[in-house]
Structures are given as structure tokens and as C-alpha cells.
């Protein structure tokens, strides 16, 4: 009967480091495009007000493209929940083109993955 109480401990363990692993690079990658859907929906419905401005202006400037998300660094935020996280950006914005660039951001996991929280 001394197996139970270590199992227990055990698993109890492995549950408590889990959560608190950094999001990786697609978790990254995901939670960005997350965001930038969501960004492109309030465009959109705020457009709506003004007689479909918001969807006609997206669709004349194109999609920003998410190419590649890279990790370079994460640590766990200081006073807030999640973790703050270095990366490099590959994405294609229009009439900008396509760059690399470096972010820091804050990512929290949600019920559906990770978010970007701002």
C-alpha cells in the first residue's frame, strides 16, 4: 500500500512541471495567428458601421502572412501569469513585404491553447 501515496505524489509531480513549460514555437506561432484573426474580425465589424469599409479595406491591403515563428527566449513572466518570450517574427505585411523581425511578448495558456496577451 505504500505504492499509492508515491504514484500520487509522483503524478501530482509531472502535473506541476507541465504546467509550467514554455510555450513552444508552433504554440507561439499559433497564439500570433490567433491574434491577427482576431484583429482582422474587429476590422471587419468595425467597418461594419460604416457601410462595409472595414471588409473592402482588408481585402484591397491583403493578408499579413505569418511565415515562421522562432523561440529564442522564455522565461516566466514576473508578477503575471504565463511567460515572456523573445522571438523572431517571419511574416509578410501588405506594402511592407516580407521581414524578419525581433518581438517580445507575454503568453498566457488558455482552455484553447495559448494567447498573446497584450
Avoid at 504546467?19 to 508552433?26: F, G, K, L, T
Avoid at 503568453?107 to 497584450?118: L, N
Wanted: aromatic content about 8%; charged content about 25%; glycine content about 8%.
Amino acid at each position: 500500500m505504500k505504492f499509492m501515496p508515491t504514484a500520487a505524489l509522483c503524478a501530482l509531480f509531472l502535473f506541476a512541471a507541465g504546467c509550467s513549460v514554455a510555450p513552444s514555437d508552433a504554440d507561439i506561432k499559433a497564439a500570433f495567428e490567433k491574434d491577427m484573426a482576431k484583429t482582422a474580425q474587429s476590422i471587419d465589424e468595425a467597418g461594419k458601421i460604416f457601410g462595409g469599409v472595414g471588409k473592402a479595406l482588408t481585402d484591397s491591403l491583403g493578408k499579413t502572412e505569418l511565415h515562421a515563428v522562432r523561440k529564442i527566449d522564455c522565461k516566466e513572466a514576473k508578477d503575471a501569469p504565463g511567460f515572456v518570450c523573445d522571438v523572431e517574427i517571419d511574416m509578410t505585411v501588405p506594402f511592407a513585404g516580407r521581414s524578419k523581425e525581433m518581438a517580445t511578448a507575454r503568453f498566457v495558456k488558455g482552455p484553447d491553447g495559448w494567447i498573446v496577451v497584450k
